[in-house]
């Protein structure tokens, strides 16, 4: 069997809030998406022409009308839709460490950097509205002058 990642979902009671970080903090764009039976967003990082470039789907909860979505995904614990659980953050490879830090001040997004040791990452990492921590890795090249210690 070969895995690749194809994409990871949150559950969320703020679309919204959802959408607004991931497009204008990750510069991912609103694409196309099944016709599920319960509210939610598709978030592609590139083509919208390929699903699989739709790397974070949101997933709305309507605490009026949960039905489509309990039938589908099958019923989760209302206080589980805050932070990650189990799954400790969700990492990107990306580039542009320079232009990235000024647009997360810009925006006065909270984040903090490590550099892995020996093997070649910088990583930044933050949190989106819903607690999830993601963390984008950069070239180590990219980090001169940046901070040191290990993450």
């Known amino acids: 069997m070969t895995l690749a990642l194809n994409h990871f979902s949150i559950r969320t009671t703020n679309l919204e809030a959802s959408r607004t970080f991931y497009e204008n903090v990750l510069g991912l764009s609103v694409g196309p998406r099944p016709p599920f039976p319960f509210p939610g967003l598709w978030l592609y990082a590139g083509d919208h022409d390929n699903y699989a470039n739709a790397v974070v789907h949101i997933i709305g ?39 990235t830090l000024a647009h997360l001040r810009g925006l006065g997004v909270t984040f903090r950097e490590r550099m892995v040791p020996l093997i070649g990452l910088y990583q930044v990492f933050l949190d989106d509205p819903n607690g999830v921590v993601i963390e984008l890795n950069f070239p180590a090249a990219e980090a001169a002058g940046q901070p040191t210690a290990a993450g």
């Open 61 to 99: 909860i309507d605490p009026g009308d949960a039905q489509g979505l309990k039938g589908y995904l099958g019923d989760r614990d209302p206080h589980g839709t805050l932070g990650t659980g189990v799954v400790d953050h969700v990492a990107f490879f990306t580039s542009g460490l320079a232009k």
